[in-house]
């Protein structure tokens, strides 16, 4: 078993990659950030975007079987904070177009992406889409917001 961490911020991506333990199968994992772009405060719209996390698993002949999971950021797996003034805007990340299924670690009920695939020659990645919400109408300052979120694999 090995992991993978990368660490991405919501509006640029910053990555690293730390194994923890060394096996026969080397995966990696990478995220797209996601940018909301300019929030109005007034708007009765929710902000919406999209990135992804990709894993990419090398080798010859093995099955793959991997679970992805991220961590809560600045704020909570209820309500995620982009912090940056000092009232932050409340956003959250989802596994489904629908926006119904948090993507977290599997608990305060979140939910994870699993996966597995059997690579036979070199390597493969798959790419798992990242939903963004931001509820409309939220009361704060102008200015830059960010926060940072911890994509997990485990394999």
Do not use: E, H
Request: aromatic share 10%; net charge positive.
């Amino acid at each position: 078993m090995g992991r993978a961490y990368n660490r991405c911020a919501l509006a640029a991506m910053l990555m690293a990659f730390a194994p923890t333990m060394a096996s026969a199968a080397s995966c990696t994992a990478g995220a797209s950030g996601v940018a909301f772009g300019l929030y109005n405060p007034l708007s009765s719209s929710a902000n919406t975007s999209t990135g992804s996390v990709t894993v990419t698993c090398a080798g010859i002949g093995l099955l793959y079987s991997y679970t992805i999971t991220l961590s809560a950021g600045a704020g909570s797996y209820a309500q995620r904070k982009l912090t940056g003034t000092a009232t932050p805007l409340n956003y959250n990340l989802y596994s489904n177009a629908g926006m119904t299924s948090i993507w977290g670690d599997g608990t305060a009920g979140t939910s994870t992406v699993s996966d597995s695939y059997t690579l036979t020659l070199g390597s493969a990645a798959k790419s798992y889409p990242l939903y963004a919400n931001m509820p409309a109408l939220q009361n704060v300052a102008a200015g830059a917001y960010s926060d940072s979120i911890i994509v997990t694999v485990a394999y």
